[in-house]
Nanobody, 112 residues
Framework: VRLVESGGGLVQPGGSLRISCVASGSVFRLLHMGWYRQVPGKQREFVASITRFNGVDYADSVKGRFTISRENAKNTLFLQMNSLKPEDTAVYSC???????WGQGTLVTVSS
């Protein structure tokens, strides 16, 4: 499975951004998918996940601000990020939960 993220960029504190991850192949609808983020020099951390049945889970730090969703017809995973804070700045990567498939990441920078 090949994963390609897009949609990162520079946004002001309090702003919104939606990032996407497109997966190759024909099994996306069966996959449990997740978003993770990493700041240079720090460990990668869990952000959100969504099961094949659309069950979702979030890190406490993003609950109420971020929404994970999927569009199986387009093999695409989304992360809608609202009320962004400077501490949300990181490289965001999508991941197939339970498997060693990662995207290359997209950089989100929250700064004024």
């Amino acid at each position: 499975v090949r994963l390609v993220e897009s949609g990162g960029g520079l946004v002001q504190p309090g702003g919104s951004l939606r990032i996407s991850c497109v997966a190759s192949g024909s099994v996306f609808r069966l996959l449990h998918m997740g978003w993770y983020r990493q700041v240079p020099g720090k460990q990668r951390e869990f952000v959100a996940s969504i099961t094949r049945f659309n069950g979702v889970d979030y890190a406490d730090s993003v609950k109420g601000r971020f929404t994970i969703s999927r569009e199986n017809a387009k093999n695409t995973l989304f992360l809608q990020m609202n009320s962004l804070k400077p501490e949300d700045t990181a490289v965001y990567s999508c991941h197939v939960e339970g498997m060693d498939y990662w995207g290359q990441g997209t950089l989100v920078t929250v700064s004024s």
